[in-house]
């Protein structure tokens, strides 16, 4: 069992930068896939990013490429979303989630385990 709390969220103007940050408890937090997904009004939960157990490997969805960059802390048990030049599309809920599993690719909320309750991302144009 793992308990995620997210932190970070917040208002934004178009083309500034946010930083997300998951706090883990519970079980090993190095023994788990991470991910971000976000869900905005009316829409999907859809997937926004992943990183594996290590750190080493991470993947993206194409609409946050180049834009956003996730890590994690295994000494600190955190998963970060660093989002730069953010977009009123970017406008969510953001969620961390887990998997306990060494695979990282999956994107659908499926795959994931265990989740947080979300922050308000709100991005003004």
């Known amino acids: 069992q793992v308990q995620l709390v997210e932190s970070g969220g917040g208002l934004v103007q178009a083309g500034g930068s946010l930083r997300l940050s998951c706090a883990a408890s519970?079980?090993?937090?190095?023994?788990?896939?991470m991910g971000w997904f976000r869900q905005a009004p009316g829409k999907e939960r859809v997937f926004v990013a992943s990183?594996?157990?290590?750190?080493?490997?991470?993947y993206y969805a194409d609409s946050v490429k180049g834009r956003f960059t996730i890590s994690r802390d295994n000494a600190k048990n955190t998963v970060n979303l660093q989002m730069n030049s953010l977009k009123p599309e970017d406008t969510a809920v953001y969620y961390c989630?887990?998997?306990?599993?060494?695979?990282?690719?999956?994107?659908?909320?499926?795959?994931?385990?265990?989740w947080g309750q979300g922050t308000q991302v709100t991005v003004s144009s």
């Open positions: 519970g079980s090993t937090f190095s023994g788990h896939a």
């Open positions: 989630a887990a998997r306990p599993s060494r695979l990282f690719h999956g994107t659908s909320p499926s795959d994931y385990a265990y």
């Open positions: 990183i594996n157990r290590s750190g080493s490997a991470t």
